[in-house]
């Protein structure tokens, strides 16, 4: 996985960003506020989650670690995919989603355009006991989340692959014995076994 991207920035659109990276220009699918903090010709570290599909890769950039953690968090739940999920970053900041969950404030998820009333209740219902309490971010980090890093992305990468929310969650549940093995957990390499497993059920 391409957890950041150290670059020159080549071009902004009204939703992307290009990242001049060693002589290739990557781009970036940003919310207007990343976006807004960019200037073109100038050099910035731009963390990045990557969706795998089967037909491409897609990378997704984002001002902050904080924000990087709540999109790829948030498509944990069922019906969230990066799309949803960067619109949902795109309304709100990463505290007001939590603050959203905390609160059961279904009003102010359902101003993300896609997200009606009983997605709302059914996210706030998903992640609530995930994504932290408001405030939770000090200092510009993030407090340890219940959730380990590489569970959100091999979550995520499943679901990007056409697995059910559920089906991702077992799969997760299954490898976390290797994933524990491991001095540092290796995303790919989980993800593949995550695959073997859903492949033999």
Known sequence: MIAF????VAAVTLTSAVVEVGGVGLELHCTPN?????RLGAEFVVPTSMVVR?????????????????FELVQT???VGPKLA?????????????????????KA??????IGQKGAQRIILELRDRIGAPGSVVNGSTAPAPVADWQVQVHGG???????????????TAVAPEADAMPVPEVATLLRLALRTLSKA
């Open 54 to 70: 089967e037909d491409s890769l897609t990378l997704f950039g984002f001002a902050d670690d904080d924000e990087k953690q709540m």
């Open 109 to 114: 998820l359902t101003t993300v355009p896609g």
């Open 158 to 172: 499943l679901v990007g692959l056409g697995w059910s929310g559920k089906e991702a969650d077992r799969a997760v």
């Open 34 to 38: 990343t976006l807004a903090d960019l």
């Open 77 to 79: 739940a069922s019906g």
């Open 86 to 106: 960067q619109a949902m970053l795109a309304v709100l900041s990463p505290e007001r989603i939590r603050a959203a969950v905390a609160h059961d404030d279904v």
């Open 5 to 8: 991207v150290r670059g020159r």
